[in-house]
T-cell receptor, first 110, second 117 residues
Framework: EDQVTQSPEALRLQEGESSSLNCSYT??????LFWYRQDPGKGPEFLFT???AGEEKEKERLKATLTKKESFLHITAPKPEDSATYLC???????????FGPGTRLSVLP | GAVVSQHPSRVICKSGTSVKIECRSL??????MFWYRQFPKQSLMLMAT?????????EQGVEKDKFLINHASLTLSTLTVTSAHPEDSSFYIC?????????????FGPGTRLLVL
């Protein structure tokens, strides 16, 4: 059974304090791993798609990386507006549904 | 690009009434739409998947007669919660996947908060 776990469950950072969020997955063959950001009371906002081990994607202060077992979302010098829940999801094969992780709630304090 | 809207954003209804939620892909054609439910501080729970012109595929444990899904066009899907009860109160989110835009990426709507009194 495909499983996705995320750690930590919650993370509190000071503004400017860089850190990483982890998404670990067990899936028999990965077609894609997706990162989303969700603000309270809103739908998830798409951030990145990663397809193969070694791939990296960047957007502003965020960088996502992928290995054969996990993905990291690195946040460099975060700002309070980066506070949100970050979700990762995996897709096993083309056309199949996503399996979402439970998310990491990030709080960045000024 | 890849914008998905939902309407209404918030609805309060009495127990026993039915509520319809619309999900639209505004700038792309959505071959597949998904409906999720989310409880406070929990992750997304997939309820059903619908392809345009086909019957929806429901996840295990989701009552298809209670949660009616219609995907009548490539830009519109609706979720109707029939005979709603307080336990149906939740945050409902749709997502859409296009044949051309974004590949397999799902783009989410802003969600609908349902409160059943």
């Amino acid at each position: 059974e495909d499983q996705v776990t995320q750690s930590p469950e919650a993370l509190r950072l000071q503004e400017g304090e860089s850190s990483s969020l982890n998404c670990s997955y067990t899936v028999s063959g990965l077609r894609g791993l997706f990162w989303y950001r969700q603000d309270p009371g809103k739908g998830p906002e798409f951030l990145f798609t990663l397809y193969s081990a070694g791939e990296e994607k960047e957007k502003e202060r965020l960088k996502a990386t992928l290995t054969k077992k996990e993905s990291f979302l690195h946040i460099t010098a975060p700002k309070p507006e980066d506070s949100a829940t970050y979700l990762c999801a995996v897709q096993r094969n083309y056309g199949q549904n996503f399996v979402f992780g439970p998310g990491t709630r990030l709080s960045v304090l000024p | 690009g890849a914008v998905v809207s939902q309407h209404p954003s918030r609805v309060i209804c009495k127990s026993g009434t039915s509520v319809k939620i619309e999900c639209r892909s505004l700038d792309f054609q959505a071959t597949t739409m998904f409906w999720y439910r989310q409880f406070p501080k929990q992750s997304l729970m997939l309820m059903a998947t619908s392809n345009e012109g086909s019957k929806a595929t429901y996840e295990q444990g989701v009552e298809k007669d209670k949660f009616l899904i219609n995907h009548a066009s490539l830009t519109l899907s609706t979720l109707t919660v029939t005979s709603a009860h307080p336990e149906d109160s939740s945050f409902y989110i749709c997502s859409a996947r296009g044949a051309v835009v974004g590949g397999e990426t799902q783009y989410f709507g802003p969600g609908t908060r349902l409160l059943v009194l």
